[in-house]
Structures are given as C-alpha cells and as structure tokens.
C-alpha cells in the first residue's frame, strides 16, 4: 500500500443548496483530496432539522467541483434496491467526469436512527443486516462490472439485470467499506479499494479509539492474508467524529500528532469534519492547517 497520505472533508448537508455548493468549491480550493456527504433519510441527531438527500445532492455538486474525489460516507443500504444504487452510482460517475467513490455501510440501526419509523422502512437485526450488505456490495459490484448481472441471493434477486453504460472507472468505481465487526471487515477485506473506520465511539477515550482501531486494523490484515490478498493493496481509512475532533484544528502541533499516531498504525486516509459543524470561528484555523501543515504532511508521506 502506498505510504502516500490523502485527507478529504465530510459536510453534513443541512445548508441550503447555493452554500453547500459554495462551500464544497472552498473545500476543493484548499486543495484537500475529497469531500463527502452522509446518506441517512434524516440527520437523526437533528430529525427535524434542513436535510439533503444524499445521492441527489451529489450529482449536483459534482457539477460545481472540476478535480477533487467525491463520495457517500456511506451509502446506508436499507435506503435502497442494489440495483438502483448501482445505477446511481454509474450515473454519478459520469456525471462527475470518474472522480466517484462509492462509500457503503450497513445503515444506523432504529434505535438509534428514525427513519424506520418516518419511512416504515423495515429496521433488520442486526445479523440480517450485516447478511444483506454482503449480497449488496456483491450485487453493486457485479454491475458495476458486468454488463448484465443475474443474481440469486437470499435477500436480493436480479434476472439479467442490464447496465450501460458502464462507469467510466475502469473496472468501477472504488469501493470504501465501513466496517467495525469482524464479518464487516472480512467483507471489506474481499471487496473494498478501502477500508472505512469510525473514530466516534461518544464517551470513549482518545487513547481507547486508538487501540480499538489498531486492533481492527490488524484483523483486516489477517483477513486478507486468509483469502489471498496482499493487505498493502487496501488502504486504511478513518472518519474522526468525537467531541475531541473540535480540538483537531487549534494549533499545528495537535493534528500533526493526531495524524503521527494513526499514520503509526496504518491510516493513510484521514476524513475530518468541516469545522462549521462546531463554530465558524474555526475557520481561519482549519484554512490554516489545509494550506501550510497539510501540505508538509503529503510530502513526508510520500513513498521514498
């Protein structure tokens, strides 16, 4: 895996359409290496709150950005048929001129997230749930891939399913999986480009969302060595989202460390919050650290 750094912002898309579309040309400007959107029905934390759907409001921001990545982190998969997401997907990529990633996730369970009731969508326990996000990244895969794609799965079923025109990442769009548990990291261990963790375990030590990572890190290693796969070729990211990523922005010498210590452990791949989402004040200082550390960052990261 290449030792090559990459650091992209997630927005949560509660603004209205010309300031998110402002704000993701700033973002780009700053030369960070991709921006991401959240796919829930609702911002379950805000319910009744301003909400974009995720994958409508994609294709129109890559409209208004001309280079930097875009992506879902991640697409909640009891949202939608696989099918259908695969031709969202298609159609985003094309519409972005190739820079898509596809981020995929199981989805926040009911007792956490609302939308079930909002939308009587069903809320799958929890083995369903993660049985199901093994036949869709399957599904979303084949048609990405193939032209037509008959699939016979316990959940999901497609006859001949047609798909043209393919992406135009050759041979599909990357695939980032989110994965915490064990059978989600061997699921990402045989399909994803990248593996996604989240660093927002609420009421959880730095130092112990470090470990934790550490640890699930080290299986994915060893689940890849189990199938046959070279582990350097998944690269290892990580979305930070805890009440200590506010602090991230403040002063140089803390997010260097911040990133020494997860380079130290694998990550390549850092996802950090637009800073709106804790106070504007911060602004200057995320600029700050997008145009001065971030740069010397990339280059001590480079393969020698």
């Not at 989600?184 to 480009?193: G, N, S």
């Not at 550490?214 to 070279?230: A, E, F, P």
Request: a neutral charge; aromatic letters at 12%; proline letters at 8%.
């Amino acid at each position: 895996m290449s030792t090559e750094l990459r650091f992209g912002i997630a927005t949560l898309q509660n603004r209205s359409w010309e300031k998110e579309a402002e704000r993701w040309r700033y973002i780009e400007e700053l030369g960070f290496d991709s921006i991401w959107v959240a796919d829930h029905f609702v911002n379950y934390m805000f319910p009744q709150g301003p909400w974009m759907e995720a994958w409508t409001l994609l294709a129109g921001l890559a409209t208004v950005t001309k280079q930097i990545r875009i992506g879902t982190l991640v697409t909640s998969i009891p949202l939608r048929n696989p099918a259908v997401l695969a031709r969202q997907v298609l159609t985003v990529d094309h519409i972005s001129g190739g820079r898509l990633e596809l981020g995929l996730g199981a989805g926040v369970p009911g007792s956490i997230d609302p939308s079930y009731r909002m939308t009587g969508l069903e809320d799958w326990a929890p083995p369903e749930r993660v049985a199901r996000f093994r036949e869709v990244v399957e599904i979303v895969d084949k048609c990405l891939s193939d032209p037509v794609t008959t699939y016979d799965g316990r959940y999901y079923k497609l006859k001949e399913c047609a798909m043209a025109p393919p992406p135009i990442q050759k041979p599909r769009p990357p695939i980032t999986v989110a994965a915490m548990g064990k059978t989600m990291l061997k699921i990402a261990a045989k399909y994803a480009e990248t593996w996604n963790t989240y660093g927002g375990d609420w009421g959880i030590p730095p130092e112990q969302i470090l470990e934790g990572t550490r640890k699930r890190n080290q299986l994915l290693d060893k689940y890849c060595k189990r199938i046959g796969r070279d582990p350097e070729t998944l690269r290892r990211s990580l979305l930070y989202f805890t009440p200590f990523a506010e602090a991230l922005y403040e002063t140089e010498d803390i997010f260097e460390t911040f990133i020494q210590q997860y380079r130290d452990i694998g990550i390549t791949e850092f996802i950090l919050f637009y800073p709106e989402w804790y106070s504007e004040e911060q602004l200057p200082k995320f600029e700050h650290i997008a145009r001065k550390v971030i740069p010397k960052l990339r280059k001590q990261g480079h393969p020698s």
